[in-house]
């Protein structure tokens, strides 16, 4: 079974910057789309970017545009989301996945970003 694994997450100041990696354990991801996702205390899980599988188009919610950037290494089955100038309303668990999310694609455990104001 295919597994992702997230990390790069902590605490940081608003106005701050964070990279965060996704590593899948098969090379079989850099055949799909990719989305970062986040989910927010009590709130949905919402997809925030995404990555076609040669990563040359790249697409972003509103509430990241222009700050946060997608990239992928397919050598090395990696995704990357380099977030910069941090709110405090982008606290969450941050997760990757294929995007669409295939329903036989499990969700790693996520990586938790914190933004104190």
């Known amino acids: 079974q295919v597994q992702l694994v997230e990390s790069g997450g902590g605490l940081v100041q608003a106005g701050g910057s964070l990279r965060l990696s996704c590593v899948a354990s098969e090379s079989i991801f850099n055949i799909y789309s990719m989305g970062w996702y986040r989910q927010a205390p009590g709130k949905q899980r919402e997809l925030v970017a995404t990555?076609?599988?040669?990563?040359?188009?790249?697409n972003y919610a509103d509430s990241v545009k222009g700050r946060f950037t997608i990239s992928r290494d397919n050598a090395k089955n990696t995704v990357y989301l380099q977030m910069s100038s941090l709110k405090p309303e982008d606290t969450a668990v941050y997760y990757c996945?294929?995007?669409?999310?295939?329903?036989?694609?499990?969700w790693g455990q996520g990586t938790q970003v914190t933004v104190s104001s």
């Open positions: 996945n294929s995007a669409p999310r295939i329903r036989s694609h499990n």
């Open positions: 990555i076609t599988p040669g990563g040359h188009s790249t």
